[in-house]
């Protein structure tokens, strides 16, 4: 069974802040997706990262997968309020059928 | 496009009744998932669907049932509800794997599930 631990699990920091979040598995992913998830809503993709070193950005939110392929980072720079959520990493293998979840880690961003 | 819709978004069941849930797609997405959420468990996976007219189990698969008769559709069954499913349960899909891509997943809002 292939498993992904993140950490922190909890988080919570001032807006204007930087933080990272890991993701890591001592599996080898074909590919690596975050999500992120609000309350009362369902997960939703940010990023995918398919190749061992591959660094990622989509506005403040970079993403790096290892290389090996076996763990992933997201660092956020300047958090704001907005960023509050559940940060959620799923790894997948070709032709699996389905991904492997972490637990998540949740993200308060205080005002 | 709807994407990925759920029905109903809330219930409330007493121990010993069934219910369905549905999930419907309008992507043309080739694989879909059932999956239960709990506090601070994440994600986890009770059946999935890589085609219309099949159906894999996945890690908590105890006590549902599932079945995939149309594309856009998958259906997930609780013949008999216990407490322990009290949960959120969400839906998600995504297109074929086997060309080698990722297993990007579009998931539905959520039933939130109570039983009582």
């Known amino acids: 069974t292939q498993l992904l631990e993140q950490s922190p699990q909890f988080l919570s920091i001032q807006e204007g802040e930087n933080l990272t979040v890991y993701c890591n598995s001592s599996?080898?992913?074909?590919?690596l997706q975050w999500y992120r998830q609000e309350p009362g809503e369902g997960p939703v993709l940010l990023v995918t990262v398919v190749t061992g070193g591959e660094v990622k950005k989509l506005k403040r939110l970079t993403f790096q997968f290892g290389d090996a392929r076996k763990d992933s980072s997201l660092h956020i720079t300047a958090a704001q309020p907005g960023d509050t959520g559940l940060y959620l990493c799923a790894g997948a293998n070709t032709n699996a059928g389905k991904s492997t979840f972490g637990d998540g880690t949740t993200l308060t961003v205080k005002p | 496009n709807a994407g990925v819709t759920q029905t109903p978004k809330f219930r409330v069941l007493k121990t010993g009744q069934s219910m369905t849930l549905l999930c419907a797609q309008d992507?043309?997405?080739?694989?879909m998932y059932w999956y239960r959420q709990d506090p601070g468990m994440g994600l986890r996976l009770i059946h999935y669907s890589v085609g219309e007219g099949t159906t894999a189990k996945g890690e908590v698969p105890d006590g549902y049932n599932v079945s995939r008769l149309k594309k856009q559709n998958f259906l997930l069954g609780l013949e008999s509800a216990a407490p322990s499913q009290t949960s959120v349960y969400f839906c998600?899909?995504?297109?074929?794997?086997?060309?080698?891509?990722?297993?990007?997943?579009?998931f539905g809002p959520g039933t939130r599930l109570t039983v009582l």
């Open positions: 599996s080898v992913f074909s590919s």
């Open positions: 998600a899909s995504s297109f074929s794997t086997l060309a080698g891509g990722p297993n990007e997943q579009f």
């Open positions: 992507m043309n997405h080739e694989y």
